[in-house]
């Protein structure tokens, strides 16, 4: 019997876990299902006779490396700052790791201890990264061996809300890790390829520098620049290509409204409130306008000329309906304004019980052939059938499955830090996210 040790139980799981369950008799696993909240992983693991619950805490030494010890194979979803501890056991007790977060500087640094002690560490093989790794590199490599000279890629994913659930001017709904989302982008300056010529958007500008794509049958959306997209030139393979971007999807309006936000500086999770407990949200707002304001009228309108915008705006109906001109006393006592933000739109942009979400990926490469310009489209879009059956769940959990069963029956032979971009890996997960209505939708047109 081979041992599987799942670590985290949230919401990105719950596919992961089912899947594993669902094979667990087939290829003789047991599932051990590690959360800090146990009741959440009961729940997942519903008393399936080849599954169980346990308590689990990252920071308790002794306990993870007892867990993982015992296992054969570890698959992380905890939040990405922990996978480094859980790497460090992985290698003390040869045991292979799977992981949906990019790779860090620190867990690269582990490549050539993993392949000495032949081990596999796959990580980015989630959604975003992950899918868009996987149906990118397809694309390429076909392209490629069509002698296609390839002169643009653009990769965009957005976790968004379906059409039938979009009920709120800002059309989007929390569907995955809400601090992630409020803090999107802070984690450094976005840089991306244009004609071979480094580009960068510091993050006091990044949601207004966007563009807008169509996708067939569901519209426009916004695309804004993802991280560092040049590393990704070598990573892909793809050298020569002049222009490079992976980013990120939103409806239409979302973008230049987060940009309110960000440049009130309400995004923030930095600065420490002086006694939160004594504010309202129209009291924060206020206290992000510059005190030497003379402009005249109701906070709204101040606000408004601050941001250069009409006070009957879009953009200021959408602050407007979060309330950050309410006298509603901050939430749950935040310490930072990013957590008051948080605190307000986790109640806005609930997801309902019967609410679906919605994943949308959209590919576009450029290429030269036979002395004709041409542009491949690839789409993906996944719908979720509840917020307790998610897509995000399904894109997220299914690739680390598909590639946790690849490992323990012997399917790939890889070792070390990895990312999923050689077709040994991605040809039979994707084969099999198709059994799952994970699929893309491709045309090539001239252009």
């Known amino acids: 019997m081979k041992n599987i040790l799942v670590l985290g139980a949230g919401k990105s799981a719950t596919d992961l876990i089912a899947y594993l369950l669902n094979y667990a008799s087939q290829y003789d696993w047991f599932v051990t299902v590690g959360d800090y909240d146990v009741q959440t992983a009961l729940k997942k693991v519903n008393n399936h006779p080849r599954g169980k619950a346990v308590f689990f805490d990252v920071h308790d030494t002794d306990a993870r490396a007892n867990y993982i010890y015992t296992a054969d194979i570890v698959a992380s979803v905890l939040p990405a700052a922990f996978h480094i501890l859980v790497a460090h056991d992985c290698l003390r007790f040869g045991k292979h790791l799977i992981t949906p977060s990019y790779v860090s500087a620190q867990e690269r640094a582990l490549d050539a201890d993993f392949k000495n002690a032949g081990l596999l560490f796959m990580g980015e093989i989630g959604l975003d990264p992950g899918i868009d790794h996987m149906s990118l590199m397809k694309m390429i490599h076909h392209l490629r061996s069509q002698n296609a000279q390839i002169t643009q890629v653009r990769s965009y994913c957005g976790a968004l809300i379906a059409p039938e659930s979009d009920n709120n001017p800002w059309h989007y709904k929390f569907t995955w890790a809400p601090m992630n989302v409020v803090l999107a982008g802070q984690g450094g300056t976005a840089q991306y390829l244009q004609n071979g010529s480094p580009r960068y ?17 569901y519209g426009a959306f916004e695309a804004y620049a993802n ?14 290509v002049p ?3 992976r980013g990120t999807l939103r409806k239409g309006g979302f973008c230049n409204a987060w940009q309110a936000l ?3 500086g309400l995004t923030d999770n930095q600065l420490q409130l002086t006694n939160p407990a004594a504010l309202t949200y129209a009291g924060l707002t206020e206290a992000f306008l510059p005190a030497n304001t003379t402009e005249p009228g109701s906070l709204p309108q101040k606000t408004a000329a601050f941001l250069g915008i009409h006070p009957q705006s879009e953009i200021m109906y959408r602050l407007n309906w979060l309330g950050l001109f309410s006298d509603i006393p901050l939430k749950n006592n935040p310490q930072t304004p990013a957590q008051a933000l948080l605190h307000l739109l986790s109640e806005k942009w609930k997801l309902e019980p019967d609410d679906k979400d919605m994943i949308v990926m959209l590919h576009k490469v450029n290429y030269q052939m036979h002395g004709a310009h041409r542009a491949h489209t690839s789409v993906m879009v996944v719908t979720g059938a509840d917020a307790d059956n998610t897509a995000i769940a399904a894109t997220v959990g299914l690739p680390m499955a598909i590639m946790t069963k690849l490992a323990l029956t012997n399917s790939i032979q890889l ?11 991605y040809e039979p997960i ?10 893309f939708t491709n045309t090539d047109e001239a252009v």
Do not use: K, W
């Open 243 to 245: 222009t490079l971007l």
């Open 415 to 425: 070792t070390g830090v990895q990312i999923p971009v050689m077709p040994q890996v």
């Open 430 to 439: 994707l084969t099999e996210l198709q059994n799952y209505g994970i699929t």
């Open 201 to 217: 958007i510091p993050y006091n500008r990044l949601f207004a520098q966007h563009e807008v794509y169509e996708v067939p049958g």
């Open 227 to 240: 991280r560092d997209s040049i590393p990704y030139r070598h990573i892909y393979q793809i050298e020569d």
């Open 262 to 264: 960000v440049t009130l």
